[in-house]
């Protein structure tokens, strides 16, 4: 027994270990309390009483546990086994470790090493192991050959020198890895599970590919069967089980962290939190939220609660050292400065750190100093960390260049120059650190109010070979800044940033309105009626007396233009310079060019088969519309769209729109997607060229499969696209598609059914069935108060070839199944003040030609992208001279879903300026050629469904070259 201080301490401990005894599905706990070098093994508390035995030449030296009066046991390369835990019908094994670095065994030639091991967890059995360096942690479940392992890998890294709770979890459906109680990783696994040939249970270092860790063990437990969220935060925190509401959420922030939804994720354990008030699980549940705060890419607010936690006496000990941990954070090797000075100054008079830690912390207490307008402390910390590198015989570059940033962060010029000098004439620094160094020299010029000094630094660096193109570039921007200013003027000329255009003033005049006739002359009082009739008036008046002096502008009067097919302008069409061609609106109105139809006479559903196939909860709330008695007979079709198919032209696509909102066409499920699972047919590469069958919920399963679509990630979650379905088996629930997929399927991949009547069960959801013409709703608002539109033309509003001098302003192009502008060839097109909206596939599309551009255009609620603007030539390096400027767009890459960008630009010398880009599942801008300028845009709110993206995408050419990104507001990604 124990007694006073030691045995308050340890109470929690024994407690915790009483409760895990008790658990359901127990089947071996391991504490280690009870091993000895001389027995080599340690009993199980509970369950089958089995030895966990220790079967290398060294026994494990024993060391201080999780609870400083606990014991832990020392592994690397030599490892402990037990009697295997039953894993047919699902499990759960727990382990409390603390992972000291790599081990003496590499695997395959790779650092990283085995937590533990049932068989060989490859083709067989299943295992958990971590790589290094990026410190991940890895579930797998073996599959036998000619497959192998199926694994899912945690978000987040999972740091050295601290304690861990590590919990791998399989339900016989999914796979779910948990580090601290908060779950980092799941999959869909629902095959079968391969029992292992020998029948061991390994604590360390297994084999098979895998090496070892350097580790210390305080607890190890396994189960039969799959604990709940609920019960695995509570055994990382030695508490008892929460019941009711706060279980209830935990398990919920589980779930939606299983399908990487962060908000509700975050929402769900602040709920837990608010229902476990001033309980360690509230703390758990605190720690969750903020692990989904820094998932959300909202590092400083993440870091702000990770903070509160790390100094909370109150949380867990394993919660504050996590969340220290977290301080710590390193993103493609650079480490970010996320909390205040005080912070890393508490973190570095902690011990335990690694080498590698305490430097990243160095860096980053020297940075937040920094920040904070600290140079002493900074340079003293920086200096301790060039030390530090010095001891280890590493290269300090990137040190030394800090230390002349505190220089001249403290105003001491001629130390900064000094500095930076030294950097810039090592002839073994890398050189863009010598280039950098080399604009850090001449900055302090700029930095001290030498403006004449600094205009000549840039002059000359603009000149030094030594300089990387880049910064060759960058110091004759700054030259030509500093001459600005010592002239007294701001250091750039806004007009430098804008694309300059002017219009003439038309004398001539032709006029448009909606009561119009195409017979009349198109003067003020006796106007045309269509944009067909106005540009055949300019073709007379160009073969008469030719364009005048400033042009034409054709004046369209504010109301309603109906389109069924596209207005095409050819070469002939064209203006010229000086004269120019403007179709214009009427000052202060708006005309509106629509290529859709309002839909009225909506009635509820009465045949009683369409009532049979509609769940129930929709049945009297569903109506219908006769589409050839509202006089619509061109009901279009659906094709396939996704990855790849997004370009110009792309498939017409068909949405209904109720105030301008569009409606969802029927799906399952209505937010989110299911996982592939069972495949019967070949996977991978294999399997692209085939249609696949595979194993599908209940309740799809008893749908017809009559124009049934599925949109998926089949393989990569950067590669979605729609699939259309052959057949469904009810009895087996097996599903064929009709088609392949791009890169083949892959199991556990996301994916949806839509277009289904069947699907229809939320307002909003719409279906309908091009057999019968008959429209299916689920009314989001109330009809008799609504406008429903639906669209019929096919193609682009406005189709230009070759034309040239013509300017599109103030119109609105809205609803159409296809484009809205298309310009191919010709110059100096400019579509300005434009609205293009509520469109099929893309807003606008330029290609080759020169001089095209939208300005100041809001392209809104697109099936496709926003514009693809490709112009100039590659070969020569010609630019094209295109443009896209002061435009919104938004709500973009509805349909299409990946790889339909806001902007998509090729070509040579085109500009992208002065932008808003928002709403859209995949990236902002994807970007090619050369020599375009990308600045003063602001990108958010993208990225929020597919993978592998970010605002801006270039691919990996490595021929591209000579692009300028400058001045842009990422952000919300």
């Known amino acids: 027994m124990v007694s006073g201080q030691e045995g308050s301490a340890t109470l929690p401990w024994r407690r915790h ?9 127990l089947v071996w706990l391991y504490s280690f309390e009870d091993f000895s070098p001389e027995g080599r093994a340690s009993a199980s508390l509970g369950g089958n009483r089995d030895l966990l035995r220790f079967e290398g030449r060294t026994p494990p030296v024993l060391t201080i546990g999780r609870d400083p009066a606990a014991k832990a046991i020392s592994l690397d390369a030599e490892p402990m086994r037990t009697t295997l835990l039953p894993a047919d019908q699902g499990f759960t094994v727990e382990v409390v470790f603390r992972k000291l670095g790599q081990g003496k065994e590499l695997g395959n030639g790779r650092t990283n090493g085995a937590v533990f091991a049932q068989g060989n967890g490859y083709w067989e059995g299943f295992r958990v192991w971590c790589d290094y360096p990026d410190m991940r942690i890895h579930f797998e479940i073996g599959r036998p050959q000619p497959q192998n392992a199926v694994g899912i890998s945690g978000v987040v890294p999972i740091p050295d020198s601290v304690w861990h709770h590590i919990a791998a979890v399989w339900d016989t459906r999914e796979m779910r890895l948990y580090w601290n109680g908060i779950l980092i990783a799941a999959g869909e696994y629902g095959g079968p599970y391969t029992p292992p040939k020998a029948p061991n249970f390994t604590l360390g270092f297994a084999d098979a590919g895998i090496g070892s860790l350097q580790m210390e063990v305080d607890e190890l437990a396994g189960f039969s069967r799959p ?9 990382a925190l030695q508490e008892a089980v929460p019941t009711g509401p706060s279980a209830e959420s935990l398990g919920k922030a589980a779930d939606a962290a299983a399908r990487r939804d962060w908000q509700t994720m975050r929402n769900e354990f602040q709920a837990a939190a608010e229902t476990a008030t001033g309980t360690p699980v509230a703390a758990g549940a605190k720690f969750g939220a903020a692990l989904a705060r820094r998932l959300q890419g909202r590092l400083p607010e993440a870091c702000e609660e990770f903070i509160a936690l790390m100094r909370d006496p109150e949380v867990p000990a394993i919660l504050r050292d996590a969340a220290a941990r977290m301080l710590v954070v390193q ?3 650079i480490h970010w400065a996320c909390a205040p000075l005080d912070v890393y100054q508490a973190l570095l008079a902690q011990q335990g750190w690694s080498d590698e830690d305490r430097q990243n912390l160095l860096d980053s207490a020297a940075e937040a100093a920094l920040v904070e307008g600290k140079t002493g402390p900074a340079e003293d910390y920086y200096r301790q960390l060039a030390a530090l590198k010095a001891e280890e015989g590493l290269p300090a570059w990137e040190v030394r260049l800090q230390l002349a940033h505190c220089s001249r962060a403290g105003g001491d010029w001629d130390t900064a120059r000094a500095r930076y000098r030294e950097v810039a004439d090592d002839t073994n620094a ?7 160094a080399l604009l850090g020299w001449a900055s302090t010029y700029e930095q001290a109010g030498d403006f004449a000094a600094a205009e000549q630094a840039y002059e000359a660096l603009a000149k030094d070979a030594r300089l990387i193109p880049l910064h060759r570039w960058e110091a004759q921007e700054a030259a030509s800044a500093m001459e600005r200013v010592a002239r007294g003027l701001p250091p750039r000329d806004p007009l430098e940033h804008r694309t300059r255009v002017t219009l003439p003033r038309p004398t001539t005049r032709l006029y ?18 269509t944009l067909e009739g106005a540009r055949d008036a300019v073709r007379r008046l160009k073969t008469g007396s030719g364009l005048p002096e400033g042009g034409v502008a054709v004046v369209i009067r504010g109301g309603l233009y109906p389109r069924t097919t596209a207005w095409e302008l050819e070469e002939q069409d064209s203006g010229e310079e000086g004269r120019p061609v403007i179709y214009q609106a ?14 009225r006479g909506f009635s509820p559903v009465q045949d009683p088969k369409i009532l049979a196939r509609l769940p129930e909860n929709a049945r009297d709330k569903v109506v219908q519309l006769d589409m050839a008695a509202a006089g619509v007979q061109d009901l279009g079709e659906i094709q396939k769209r996704g990855f790849g198919l997004a370009g110009y032209p792309a498939n017409p696509w068909v949405d209904l729109y109720i105030n301008n909102v569009p409606g969802t066409l029927a799906r399952w499920p209505n937010d989110g997607f299911v996982k592939t699972r069972a495949f019967s047919t070949p996977l991978a590469e294999e399997g692209r060229s085939s249609p696949a069958e595979f194993e599908i919920d209940p309740e ?9 679509w599925l949109f998926g990630y089949w393989r990569y979650l950067w590669a979605g696209h729609m699939i259309r379905v052959a057949h469904i088996d009810p009895q087996t629930r097996r599903l064929k598609t009709a088609m392949p997929s791009n890169y083949g399927f892959a199991e556990g991949m996301p994916y949806y059914f839509f277009n289904a009547l069947e699907a229809i069960d939320a307002p909003g959801e719409w279906y309908l069935d091009r057999k019968t013409g008959m429209l299916y709703l689920y009314p989001p608002v109330d009809l008799s108060q609504a406008e429903v539109k639906f669209p019929v033309l096919a193609k682009s509003f406005v189709h230009m070839r070759n034309a040239g001098h013509v300017v599109l302003r103030g119109l609105t192009f809205e609803c159409g199944r296809a484009e809205g502008v298309v310009v191919e060839g010709g110059e100096n097109v400019l579509v300005a003040g434009c609205t293009l909206a509520r469109l099929g596939t893309n807003g606008a599309v330029m290609l080759g030609g020169r001089g095209h551009g939208l300005l100041g255009c809001d392209l ?9 603007a490709r112009g100039g030539d590659v070969a020569t390096l010609t630019p094209g001279g295109l443009f896209v400027e002061n435009c919104h767009v938004h709500e973009f890459t509805r349909v299409d879903r990946n790889y339909a960008p806001a902007v998509n630009m090729d070509g040579v010398g085109n500009v992208i300026r002065h932008n808003l880009f928002h709403d859209s599942p995949h990236h902002g801008i994807r970007l090619g050629g050369f020599d375009h300028l990308v600045e003063l845009n602001e990108v958010h709110s993208v990225v929020y469904e597919s993978d592998d993206q970010s605002g801006i995408d270039m691919f990996g050419d490595p021929v591209i070259r000579g692009n300028v990104l400058r001045y842009n507001f990422w952000h919300h990604i």
């Open 17 to 25: 270990q009483d409760r895990l005894q008790e658990t359901p599905g």
């Open 227 to 235: 604990l709940s969220p609920a019960e695995i935060l509570a055994h």
């Open 331 to 333: 993103m493609k090797n």
């Open 430 to 436: 890398p050189p863009e650190l010598r280039s950098l």
């Open 512 to 529: 448009v309105a909606p009561d119009g006739n195409d017979a009349s002359p198109g003067t003020a009082d006796r106007p045309l009626a």
């Open 586 to 599: 009427a000052e202060g109105e708006k005309p509106v060019f629509t290529g859709g139809v309002v839909l």
């Open 700 to 708: 799809p399963a008893a749908w017809s499969a009559d124009d049934l």
């Open 860 to 868: 809104v609620t697109l099936g496709a992208g926003g514009v693809i």
